[in-house]
């Protein structure tokens, strides 16, 4: 026996042990429990319309399986079958041109395009106030209680009423859903900059102030860089709430591009399947979203010095 076969076993074994202890076998079950219970689903709710179609069409002689083949085959059904939604998702992603309204990669980018901006603004605009909060005791009083008050309000209920002012102000298009984006995906980072900037220890603070350093000082050499591990997490928190924003701000607009279009479309044509499309390719936009912060996140934490 050769030294290859020898090893072979040992080799099937740690990799079966690096596949078990790792995330791939969690992933794996995880998405086959869902597929299970959304195959389950679908033919629950379809069925009682499947079975009135075949009483119109006088089919009896059916059984169980040509039952299950037209509950997750139906051209309406009230919840499409993962096979259905994959389907049109690869007729829309990859069979159709990138230009056309009809792309799911097209409605994709628009909507990407006001989550980025709306992100940009919002993380812009929650850093400074955490600057502010951190550094005024005035607007630590004043200004915090508001900025956690805001988000108590229904962004269902303020979307609508920012894209009436901002449309008679001649903003349309881009700038309202971005307004909406940056009302969400600020907050989070606030919070998590608030507690970054207060996270260095007191005696490193009295040091600082011992060798006389300013406030500028202080914040440049050791605030910002302590805060560097509380902003990225909040940063994927709030991508995540903004692409939400520009969805949800594409809803009272009657928009005719964007995911939020294709879900108003889907709903007012009853057109189940291409909502679920729509559902499913925000999800990948998220997970998207969320891997490019996380590359940002590496790339700095590796020109700081940390582990690659």
Known sequence: MTAEALHAPVAVSSRWRRVRDGRTLPVAIVLLALFAVWFAGAAWLNAPRTIEQFERDEITDYGMVELLSATWSMERPVL??????????????????ITSKRSLVYHSWVTMSSTLAGFALGSALGILIAIGIVHVRTLDRSLMPWVIASQTIPILAIAPMIVVVLGNMGFTGLVPKSIIS??????????????????????????????????????????????????FPSLKVGIALALVGAIVGELPTG?????GARLLIGSYYGQTTAMWSALICSGLLAMLCIFLVTVAERVTENARGGRP
């Open 182 to 231: 940056a009302y969400l995906s600020f907050f989070p980072v606030t919070i998590g900059m608030v507690k970054g900037l207060r996270s260095p220890d007191p005696l490193q603070l009295d040091l600082m102030r011992t060798y006389s350093a300013s406030k500028a000082q202080i914040f440049a050499k050791l605030r910002w860089p302590a805060s560097v591990s509380f902003l």
């Open 80 to 97: 499409p079958a993962p096979t259905q939604v994959a389907a049109d998702l690869w007729e829309n992603v990859f069979r159709q041109a």
């Open 255 to 259: 928009a005719q591009a964007g995911i």
